[in-house]
């Protein structure tokens, strides 16, 4: 077995020397962005023909992967060469990468050199990753829509992105608003650079694949969430067509366990009735979204004027999207604008005026949301125990991606206190029940 190695730093000729002891030989040995670069050069026999050559000798390439180093053109070269890609993962949101380019299982980058040289022995399966399995059965695209009036969409989004990402799933977050483009401005991001208008234009061209989407995403920190920015200026809302978006998306299925994606609130056809040419429509891009939807989270504010709004809006949305479920969010829940029993009345009126049963209600919370504003970041990551963060928690455990049931543990058959176990005190027992009260769904 003869393997060339891609890891960064000292590290490299460590493993490099551990692996020769247990009996595979090394070829070469590299820094893990040099493959990558290796394989997107038009002439790379004349550019770095010692790495040319060890490729060529090579049976399996040990690479430290991440979204710079593994790129679909690397794996291209690698199954055309006959050299198999055994990847190492320094961190557990880059894991997903083997899996969804067909690659063994990826191994942690700090494990033993026995364990490396017994995986580059075997044979192993394409790895299916574990969200990726689960996710068959849930909804991978999520569009998050909501009516006229600021009710709250991005920063909904935003949340329910970084949430999803809990437990090393894989998510992009994708702003295809294209009448106030705001993702990218809460998160301090720049968004001048390539953004979802780049991947709908490289869709278009049939040029987007999964290497491109981790070129062009933005990764939000450390999360696990990667941002394709929205358009900087709603003047280019041209550039995000029906078909361009549609194509996007089903691009994005195999780069992400999960999409969320922003849009814009109007629903309305209005360039059809002015003109039957076939141009570009300005409610395209959140039409075409709606469209590719598995689930529509329906974003309203929970006043008497939001609520008011999203019953108007809610006809034209079931008339757009048909039979695709929709989660119904009230946002803002507080009681000072709705007098006594806020969530009840907001429930009653949904329910009676719209069908609407299931409510999911996210409190009011000014001082988490300030300050993730002025930081640049999401909630989550400044106030981790807010209100509203403990909301989407449960709104997406529960509604979106419901966690395995938990067998119930076995009772002794002997009454009474149990040794080591403290009753909660009375303080502490209506401590939980108000915490309980303000991010209980319905």
């Known amino acids: 077995m003869k393997a060339v190695v891609a890891v960064d730093g000292p590290r490299g000729s460590l493993l490099a020397e551990a692996l020769q002891r247990e009996g595979i030989e090394i070829v070469g040995v590299t820094a893990s962005v040099a493959p990558a670069e290796f394989a997107a050069d038009r002439l790379p026999e004349l550019h770095d023909a010692d790495l040319a050559a060890a490729l060529s000798a090579a049976d ?6 991440d979204r710079l180093s593994l790129t679909s053109a690397l794996v291209g070269l690698c199954d055309r060469s006959g050299v198999r890609i055994l990847p190492l993962c320094a961190e557990a949101v880059d894991a997903p990468l083997a899996g969804m380019f067909g690659l063994a299982a990826a191994l942690p980058l700090d494990a033993e050199p026995w364990r490396i ?8 399966e394409p790895a299916v990753t574990t969200a990726a399995a689960s996710a068959r059965d849930e909804p991978r695209i999520m569009v998050v829509w909501g009516p006229p009036g600021a009710p709250g969409r991005s920063t909904i989004a935003i949340e329910l992105a970084v949430e999803l990402a809990r437990g090393g799933r894989r998510v992009a977050l994708v702003d295809a608003d294209t009448h106030s483009p705001s993702v990218a401005l809460q998160l301090g991001l720049a968004d001048e650079g390539p953004g979802f208008a780049a991947a709908c234009r490289q869709a278009e061209r049939g040029e987007l694949d999964v290497g491109e989407l981790a070129r062009i995403g933005v990764p939000l920190g450390r999360t696990g969430v990667d941002v394709l920015t929205g358009i900087n ?3 280019r809302w041209p550039e995000l067509t029906d078909s361009r978006v549609t194509a996007a998306l089903e691009v994005c299925r195999e780069w992400a366990d999960y999409i969320v994606v922003d849009v814009a609130a109007p629903l309305e056809r209005d360039e059809e009735i002015v003109s039957d040419l076939d141009g570009p429509r300005r409610n395209a891009a959140t039409l075409a979204a709606l469209r590719a939807a598995d ?7 929970a006043d008497p004027v939001g609520v008011s709004r999203f019953l108007r809006a809610h006809a034209d949305l079931r008339a757009t999207i048909g039979a695709t479920p929709v989660a119904v969010v009230a946002n803002r829940l507080r009681p000072g604008s709705l007098g006594i029993d806020a969530r009840g009345q907001v429930r009653r009126t949904l329910e009676r005026f719209g069908g609407v049963r299931d409510v999911w209600f996210v409190p009011w919370d000014a001082r988490s949301t300030d300050a993730a504003l002025l930081a640049g970041r999401p909630v989550a990551e400044t106030a981790p125990k807010s209100p509203l963060t403990l909301a989407i928690r449960r709104f997406v455990g529960e509604a979106l991606v419901p966690a395995p049931p938990v067998e119930p543990a ?9 040794r080591g176990i403290r009753r909660p005190s009375r303080t502490e027992r209506s401590a939980t029940g108000r915490a309980s009260a303000e991010i209980a769904p319905r």
């Open 410 to 418: 076995s009772r002794s058959p002997r009454r009474g206190r149990g």
């Open 295 to 301: 689930l529509v989270v329906a974003v309203a504010a």
């Open 60 to 65: 399996a390439l040990v690479l430290q992967a």
């Open 117 to 124: 040289a017994e995986a580059l022995a075997s044979r192993a």
């Open 233 to 235: 200026r709603p003047s």
